[in-house]
T-cell receptor
C-alpha cells in the first residue's frame, strides 16, 4: 500500500522580511525544476522555473537558486506579503514526469 | 487559452461506492498527470499519460484505482470501491513535452 505522507515543514516570517524556502532532490538526472504555490482551495500555480544549465533565475520578487553539486534548490521571496501565505512545492522533471518535493507551508505575520 | 479543467470540484461518497473524476487538459498537451494530496501532507504522484498511453503508473496505490485517457484527450480516474483513506484532493496537470505543468483546481474527494 501507499506509505503515509509526510507532514509539511512550516516557515513563519514577518511581513516585509525575505523568505527562503529550500528543497532537496535526489536524482542527478533531473534537468528542469519548477516552484509552485498552492493556496487553499486552488491547484498549484507556477511561480518560476530553472533549467539545469543555470544556477540562478530571477522573477518579480522571487529568485530561484540551483546548486547541482549538492542537489539543492531554493526559492527566495523578497519583501514577503500576506498574499504570499501558501504551500510552496518544488517540482522536478524526472524521466519525463514531474515529481513534487515535500513542500513548505509559508505563513506571513502582519 | 483555456486551462486544465477538473470535474467535479467536490465529491462526497460513502465507503464502497464508485467515483469517477474527470480531467480536461489544455488542448495540444500530450502529457497528463494525476496527483493526490492528503490533508496537510505532500502531493504524491499517481500516474503519467503521454497521449493515450500510460507512461508511468507507479504511484497508483492499488487496483481500486483505474485511469484512462481514451483518444489522448480528457482523462478519467475511477475509484472503485472507495475506501476512507482515499479521501483527499486529486489534482490533474497537463504539459507540453519538457514544459511546466499547468494544474487544474482539483477535485476534493471525501469518503464517509
Amino acid at each position: 500500500g501507499e506509505s503515509v505522507g509526510l507532514h509539511l515543514p512550516t516557515l513563519s516570517v514577518q511581513e516585509g522580511d525575505n523568505s527562503i524556502i529550500n528543497c532537496a532532490y535526489s536524482n542527478s538526472a533531473s534537468d528542469y525544476f519548477i516552484w509552485y504555490k498552492q493556496e487553499s482551495g486552488k491547484g498549484p500555480q507556477f511561480i518560476i522555473d530553472i533549467r539545469s544549465n543555470m544556477d540562478k533565475r530571477q522573477g518579480q520578487r522571487v529568485t530561484v537558486l540551483l546548486n547541482k553539486t549538492v542537489k539543492h534548490l531554493s526559492l527566495q521571496i523578497a519583501a514577503t506579503q500576506p498574499g504570499d501565505s501558501a504551500v510552496y512545492f518544488c517540482d522536478f522533471n524526472q524521466g519525463g514526469k514531474l515529481i513534487f518535493g515535500q513542500g513548505t507551508e509559508l505563513s506571513v505575520k502582519p | 487559452e483555456a486551462g486544465v479543467t477538473q470535474f467535479p470540484s467536490h465529491s462526497v461518497i460513502e465507503k464502497g461506492q464508485t467515483v469517477t473524476l474527470r480531467c480536461d487538459p489544455i488542448s495540444g498537451h500530450d502529457n497528463l498527470y494525476w496527483y493526490r494530496r492528503v490533508m496537510g501532507k505532500e502531493i504524491k504522484f499517481l500516474l503519467h499519460f503521454v497521449k493515450e498511453s500510460k507512461q508511468d503508473e507507479s504511484g497508483m496505490p492499488n487496483n481500486r484505482f483505474l485511469a484512462e485517457r481514451t483518444g489522448g484527450t480528457y482523462s478519467t480516474l475511477k475509484v472503485q470501491p472507495a475506501e476512507l483513506e482515499d479521501s483527499g484532493v486529486y489534482f490533474c496537470a497537463s504539459s507540453q513535452v519538457g514544459g511546466q505543468g499547468t494544474f487544474g483546481s482539483g477535485t476534493r474527494l471525501t469518503v464517509v
